[in-house]
């Protein structure tokens, strides 16, 4: 059986991985980084979130460290904030939206660990974005909803992103 070497997180916090690593429970987990389709999608959906910034009071942020337990870091592809950001290694309030794009490597498993670690941490809207079958899941603390057509919507700030303009990118 292989040992793993256990990673204090003030070690994790003071360097900076290539790519970017989670920090689950002392272990370092490398993320699926995705290929052509999901980083076009990232960035559609964080220049669509972008343009909104003004209007809404929010910030939109892409792979940014989420510290959602006291030794776990989740990195979200893109998240929002309500507000401004401060200059902090990771995020330790909960962002307002967290966004994982299915890569092609990705388990269903895995994936809904992350969720239920954006959920647990107070995160109000965790959307599912698949690239291939063209539809999204969000969640929030009332449950699980599939959206293949119509538009991604929060409430308090309402956040309308339109799965037509989208998917047409």
Not at 12 to 29: C, F, I, M, S
Not at 122 to 129: D, E, K, R, S
Request: aromatic fraction near 8%.
């Amino acid at each position: 059986m292989a040992s793993t070497t256990m990673l204090p997180v003030s070690d994790y916090l003071a360097k900076t991985w290539h790519p970017d690593r989670e920090y689950v429970d002392g272990e370092l987990l490398e993320r699926n980084v995705g290929q052509v389709d999901h980083a076009r999608l990232q960035i559609v959906i964080a220049a669509f979130l972008f343009r909104l910034e003004s209007e809404l009071r929010i910030s939109a942020l892409t792979e940014v460290r989420v510290q959602v337990k006291p030794t776990r870091f989740r990195i979200p592809d893109i998240c929002v904030v309500l507000g401004g950001v401060r200059d902090e290694p990771a995020l330790n309030r909960p962002p307002f939206v967290c966004i994982e794009i299915l890569s092609k490597d990705d388990t269903m498993s895995s994936m809904q660990e992350r969720i239920n670690d954006f959920l647990d941490f107070g995160v109000p809207h965790v959307w599912l974005i698949d690239p291939r079958l063209k539809c999204c899941y969000v969640y929030t603390p009332d449950g699980m909803r599939r959206i293949a057509d119509g538009d991604l919507i929060t409430a308090n700030p309402e956040i309308r992103v339109p799965l037509s303009e989208i998917w047409a990118r």
